[in-house]
């Protein structure tokens, strides 16, 4: 029994963020103005490879309003990826390696000064043959991006014992292909940074979009070389993230530097062009599968080579494709027995932008190959995909299981949440439509993908310590203000932790005020990415709650002269079991907590405040779940439509189902972008041809179906027993879209792995079937 249940944690609650953003009161880092406060415009490069031959920046430097206009040699910083052993300067010094790279910092009285000064940088460059293909660019070829540095990232290779003997021995073996396309997470909110210096003190306060106040702010100490103190980071409303805010850009280097060495207030707001050029890519994988499989459908052993394209540079403190391709083939067996694997990952450099965490990161990936195995399996045995799920899925009796990867899974519900996906969809009625359907040259398919997601990592992209950090004080009127070291960017953390807190300390949601981001006032945390926030964050609010609740029950015992174990806190109010109208205000406690000093118990405190910090006792906890998807297929004009979707979600005890359902309808509508229509498109020059909204197409409201979601509870060992669930639903919803076009193009042999799908694509796939 969860001693939760009978307040807030499961309720409903609406979320208290919404009145303010709706109202259009959110304030966000654009949002940061102060009387003489400058802008700053970047000169990127228009080559994906080149040298710099000159520089003249003399025509922008007259223009009036200008303050200053940097090149490398006046920035003076630079980031040692000291995995890679190769230093990057914020600004690029002798050669630019992708499209988009900033190499002049213009920094002007406004904006449009400094767009219109950069405009005057007249650069010279000697363009160089880009590298663009991974296959190629592993054996250096056409050339190496950092001169004297191999192209090759990464290289490993990993087995189980006796995977050839297996391999070999198995009746059945098939080899499939799968590629993800690069993509980008287009947050509604493009990055941001202003830099304020303090006048009164030799410090800087930096407003930034970011998903991990401290760590931001370690970083920037770090670059500029001030100890942490002196810097003061400020994240405000952030409009979404998906893990690329989770990360450290050239950009916010200069322009904390340029506040600090002009005393004047700095700030650079990317546009969306910028974005698309300049914020972390993700995806852009390749997967080549060989698997061997039994005539009865169990899989027996699979071979992995990954290629990874990382970009021109890596991320600092993430490894970019390293971390996706590691993630994709840690999770290659997904919740099935497959007792052999042997993987080979190659991630390289490219003359394309950087590689980063994407909402799911390797894990979208990993699903499309664990999925796209089952439906290769089936189509070679002619059996239904679901018959060999059934056949391969990890049994109830079997956790805690260790998969051929080395993951531990704790307790799941991987046939159940299968069974329910089927229950909702109806898969007998549906097939009896399907044939009716195709008989009348209509074609539709069902898919599935069921799904594990590895969360509340104890570190994660955001740069995270292995812990979380909540610190709670109830004023003399009894109400909460609880700080924490989290930096949310959408998920409802105001919400989720009050209703934490308030179940602990038998108060109302509204009494409790959740504070994040500013790391003045904030105690140290990892920040918000690998759905780490509830699992991690809400059990160092429960811990902090619980200790704050502790104390309030000892000195309730003392006011009302009874036994710790009789007293209750419900309803704002401590009451002694079992003597109705026996008890004390919680707001008369805390007040007698600071301002009653001398009636205190003796040995307490005065005060009602606590720090509490969790740490889980695994290195990650198991979410899982199952997608279906239900889609229609014109094969005339090789349109897709998504008509039905179910999402079964097994996250552990569930704080608030409607936040968890808006995470889950948004993971599927990204999901669906990933499935068939985003792609970011570099051109044979490195020139990336999707830079604005009308070329890289994001789904819209007509793209996105209504969803049925039905939530399953299989508590983790972590306090509350909550698991995270912010990345399963964009993790499973590529590959059941994916194995949906499958199944409604079986009858022209389709099995589909590669994504996005696009109509053009169909209509090859129809085309060749009919020749």
Known sequence: MNPLRPLFVGARVSRVEDPRLLRGQGQYVADVNVPGMLAVAFV?????????????????????????????????????????????????????????????????????????????????????????????????????????????????TTGTEGFQEAFAS????????????????????????????????????????????????????????WPEQRVHVVVPEVGGGFGIKAMFYPEYAVVAEAARRLGRPVKWVSDRREAFLTDAHARDA???????????????????????????????????????????????????????????????????????????????????????????????????PVEIRRANLIENDQFPYRSATGQLYDQGSYGASMDAALRLMDLEKFREEQTRLRREGRYLGLGLCVFVEPSAFAESEAGSVPYESVELRMDTTG???????????????????????????????EDVTVLHGDTDNAPVGGGTGGSRSGTIGGGAALRASGELKDKIVTLAAHMLEASRDDIVLEG????VTGVPGHGVPIADIARRAYLEVGALPEGMEPGLEVLGRYKPPMAATYSNGTHAAM??????????????????????????????????????????????????????????????????????????????VEHMETPSLSLGGFKG??????????????????????????????IPVSPDQVLRWVEKARA
């Open 170 to 225: 198995a009746p059945r073996h098939v080899s499939l292909t799968f590629t993800t396309k690069r993509q980008a997470a287009t947050p509604i909110e493009p990055r941001a940074v202003a830099a304020l210096p303090d006048p009164f003190g030799d410090r800087l306060t930096v407003y930034v979009t970011h998903q991990s106040p401290h760590e931001v702010r370690r970083q920037l100490a770090q670059i500029l070389g």
């Open 631 to 708: 889609v229609e297929v014109d094969v005339a004009s090789g349109l897709v439509q998504v008509l039905d979707y179910v999402a079964v979600n097994d996250c552990g005890v569930v704080i608030n189902p409607t936040i968890v359902e808006g995470q889950i309808h948004g993971g599927v509508a990204q999901g669906i972008g990933s499935a068939l229509l985003e792609e970011l498109h570099y051109d044979d020059a490195g020139q990336l041809t999707t830079t604005s909204l009308m070329d890289y197409l994001l789904p819209t409201l007509v793209d996105v179906p209504p969803m049925r």
């Open 286 to 384: 390749e997967h080549v599968v060989d698997i061997a499989f039994t005539d009865a459908g169990r899989i027996v052993a699979v071979q992995d080579h990954v290629y990874g394209d990382t970009g021109a540079w890596p991320l600092w403190n993430f490894p970019g494709a390293v971390g996706e391709a590691m993630w994709a083939s840690d999770m290659l067996p997904g919740p099935y027995q497959i007792p052999h694997v042997a993987i080979e990952i190659t991630v390289v450099f490219s003359n394309k932008a950087p590689l980063g965490p994407y909402r799911g990161v390797g894990g979208p990936i990993g699903a499309q190959v664990q999925e796209g195995i089952i439906e290769g399996v089936a189509r070679a045995l002619g059996r239904d």
């Open 572 to 575: 704002g109010r401590a009451e």
């Open 479 to 509: 109400t909460v203000t609880a700080t924490c070291g989290l930096g949310p960017t959408g998920q409802g953390h105001e919400t989720t932790l009050a209703q934490i807190i308030a179940s602990q300390l038998g108060i109302r949601v």
């Open 44 to 156: 990127r490069s228009p080559y994906a490879a080149a040298r710099i031959a000159k520089i003249d920046t003399r025509a922008a430097a007259g223009m009036p309003g200008v303050v200053a206009v940097w090149t490398a040699a006046d920035a003076r910083l630079q980031i040692v990826h000291e995995g890679q052993g190769i230093t990057q300067t914020v600004l690029a010094s002798d050669h630019v390696r992708f499209v988009g790279e900033p190499v002049v910092a213009v920094i002007a009285q406004d904006a449009y000064l400094a767009e219109d000064a950069a405009d005057l940088v007249e650069i010279e460059y000697d363009a160089q043959e880009p590298v663009l293909d991974a296959h190629r660019s592993q054996h250096d070829e056409p050339r190496q991006v950092h001169h004297g540095r191999s192209n090759v990232v990464f290289s490993r």
């Open 725 to 754: 669930m912010g990345e399963g639903s964009l993790i499973g919803a590529p590959p059941a879209i994916a194995n949906a076009i499958t199944d409604a193009l079986a009858p022209f042999g389709v099995l589909v792995t590669d």
